[in-house]
């Protein structure tokens, strides 16, 4: 029994030395940023759409250079790149209507979401954690009805709202294992 709290003990501290010394100072960036995005969601909303189409111009214009070089006379191969360009450029010059389409995407995700969850429910069923499963999956399927139900009018609020909330707790959650990783390492010393 010993050597099995041992041996635990050891995989734990293992775990936590994979998320290094910055991880209470990152974990407390994403809570601010969590913090203003709750507070501004809007704000957040546009940001993380210019963020988005950023990644697609970008994608776009190596995977233009890519074509170019390699195969530059392949209309198909075009294709690609031009609907990237085209997707991010269309997203920063209609924000709002960006915004909308990004709410639809994480309606899609939050009923495939809780899908998931009531499966993974079913399957653990009558072990523990299938309750918690069960619940997530209501809780996605609640959160996809609200974004649907004030569509497309809520989607700058919602769309900001949820990805501060998500902020939110991932910094929250690096700030505890960080400080857990604090305390072990202080208990070590002694």
């Keep these: 029994m010993k050597n099995i709290l041992m041996s635990q003990e050891e995989a734990f501290k293992k775990q936590l030395e994979s998320f290094g010394p910055n991880t209470m100072i990152v974990g407390a960036l994403l809570v601010v940023l969590g913090l203003i995005g709750i507070i501004l969601p809007a704000v957040l909303s ?7 189409a950023s990644i697609l111009i970008v994608g776009g214009v190596l995977w233009a250079y890519h074509t170019y070089k390699e ?3 392949s209309f198909a191969d075009w294709l690609k790149p031009v609907l990237l360009i085209l997707t991010g450029a269309l997203l920063l010059f209609f924000p709002i209507q960006g915004v909308a389409s990004l709410a639809i995407f994480i309606t899609f995700y939050l009923l495939i979401d809780s899908y998931s969850s009531f499966s993974l429910a079913h399957s653990r069923y009558p072990d523990s954690g299938w309750g ?3 619940f997530n ?3 996605d399927i609640a959160l996809a009805g609200l974004f649907l ?3 497309p009018q809520t989607s700058l609020l919602l769309v900001g709202l949820f990805v501060g909330i ?3 707790f991932d910094g929250w959650a690096l700030v505890v294992i960080g400080w857990v990783m604090k305390k072990s390492t202080k208990d070590d010393k002694r």
């Design 149 to 151: 139900y004030g569509w």
């Design 71 to 73: 195969n530059p006379g």
């Design 46 to 52: 546009i940001f993380t759409l210019s963020f988005i």
């Design 137 to 139: 999956g209501v809780v």
């Design 166 to 168: 998500s902020l939110l």
């Design 132 to 134: 918690w499963m069960t």
